[in-house]
C-alpha cells in the first residue's frame, strides 16, 4: 500500500475526473494500513467517498475460487 501515492492519486483528481479503486479492504479500515498520519488518511477517504458510489461484495473472489478449485488433489 503506498500512501503516499494514494493520497497524491486522491488529491489530484477530487472534483476533476473519475477514479475506480477496489480493495479487499474497507474504507473505514484505511488508517490501520497506511503509516501516514491519521488525519491525512481521513481526509483522503472524505475526498475519496465524498460522490462515490461504494459496491461491496459478500461472496469469495474468483482469484480465489480458482486457487482453490485448481489445487485439490486428484483422486
Same mark, same amino acid.
Given at each position: ?5 494514494? /493520497?497524491r492519486? +486522491? ?7 473519475? &477514479?475506480?479503486? $477496489?480493495? @479487499?479492504?474497507h ?14 488518511? /481521513?481526509?483522503? +477517504? ?7 458510489? &461504494?459496491?461491496? $461484495?459478500? @461472496? ?16
Amino acid at each position: 500500500f503506498r500512501s503516499e501515492g494514494f /493520497l497524491r492519486l +486522491i488529491n489530484t483528481t477530487y472534483n476533476s475526473t473519475s &477514479v475506480a479503486i $477496489t480493495s @479487499n479492504y474497507h474504507p473505514a479500515s484505511f488508517d490501520e494500513i497506511t503509516p501516514i498520519k491519521h488525519a491525512q488518511v /481521513l481526509a483522503a +477517504i472524505d475526498r475519496l467517498l465524498h460522490h462515490a458510489y &461504494v459496491i461491496q $461484495t459478500q @461472496n469469495e473472489s474468483q482469484r480465489f475460487i480458482d486457487a482453490t478449485t485448481h489445487n485439490q488433489p486428484e483422486e
